[in-house]
């Protein structure tokens, strides 16, 4: 898949420069690169810094630009205030525990593009672009499965972070992606039991918000074996297949424009439709929808729906 023209931000074009002058390297990385390839617009920016102490990038962003999120500095992680920008520094990482926070950080700037990529998620996502030559890297051949439209991950690493499973559901539904057999199997050998709330969840509203056919994920969770973790909707599916897939296909049709009040509607229509085949699903709600305004929204929703009877 060539590399198709792009334009930066003038202010990232800036952070380039800066970056450069003191001697470094900035790479473009993750979900945009694999969003330009896709030709499609770019929201945030993740620049990965090459070459220069972690010292060094904190004392040159705040130099360039002033007001730096410093909530991530000890992985490695700056956020502009001013702009949506992300910079990190490569880092490799090593699991210490069961839990999905359970990891050592060691940063690491001088090691290649194809190290620090190890540590990604999906080969779509492994991807960067050297910015001071305009090139792509792509060392685990992402841009080939992103036009062949296969998810697969990138190392053994994978397993170790079963969220990891979630992001695949979401980027099934969001860009039409078929499974690797590989990476299914190894979807189906891992377990979300040891993730927050908020983290399960912010999955799902990535899927609702940016898939236009959000039953996708859902079929993706069915593939591996994960729908099991999700009872009501495990339940429906074992015992009532046919009104499952319809609940599938009322979530495609969703055409509410605004992101909180279409999750808002999704949620509604999962809960009301799986009471009205007298499946339990209160408890499981109020525990998986982590936001306390949200889930007001999705009972006022009941509610209203009640009132119409």
């Avoid at 779509?124 to 991950?153: C, Q, R, V, W, Y």
């Avoid at 799902?204 to 236009?212: D, I, N, P, R």
Wanted: aromatic share 12%; glycine share 6%; charged share 25%.
């Amino acid at each position: 898949m060539p590399l198709p023209n792009f334009e930066i931000p003038e202010y990232c074009g800036h952070l380039i420069k800066c970056f450069q002058e003191a001697g470094g390297k900035a790479i473009l990385v993750g979900g945009c690169v694999r969003d330009i390839l896709l030709k499609r617009n770019i929201q945030d920016f993740d620049v990965e810094v090459f070459g220069l102490a972690l010292e060094k990038v904190r004392d040159i962003l705040k130099q360039c630009f002033g007001k730096v999120d410093l909530s991530g500095y000890k992985f490695g992680v700056f956020k502009l205030k001013a702009h949506p920008i992300d910079v990190s520094i490569p880092r490799i990482e090593w699991v210490t525990g069961f839990k999905h926070t359970a990891f050592e950080v060691h940063i690491s700037p001088f090691i290649t593009h194809k190290e620090a990529a190890q540590r990604r998620d999906f080969t779509i996502n492994s991807m960067g672009i050297d910015l001071t030559s305009g090139t792509l890297l792509d060392p685990f051949g992402g841009a080939g499965d992103l036009e062949a439209g296969i998810l697969k991950h990138v190392s053994s690493h994978f397993f170790e972070d079963p969220l990891r499973v979630l992001r695949g559901m979401q980027l099934v539904g969001r860009f039409h992606l078929k499974i690797h057999p590989h990476t299914h199997s190894i979807c189906q050998n891992m377990s979300p039991k040891n993730l927050s709330r908020r983290k399960v969840f912010d999955e799902f509203k990535k899927l609702f918000v940016g898939s236009l056919n959000p039953s996708r994920g859902f079929l993706f969770l069915q593939q591996v074996n994960w729908l099991q973790y999700f009872e009501p909707w495990y339940q429906c599916q074992q015992k009532l297949p046919d009104p499952w897939n319809e609940i599938l296909e009322t979530l495609d049709h969703c055409d509410i424009a605004v992101d909180s009040n279409r999750i808002a509607w999704m949620c509604t229509t999962l809960w009301r439709q799986l009471e009205s085949m007298h499946i339990e699903c209160r408890n499981f709600f109020r525990q998986w929808v982590y936001d306390e305004e949200l889930l007001g929204q999705i009972l006022s929703n009941l509610t209203s729906f009640a009132n119409e009877k």
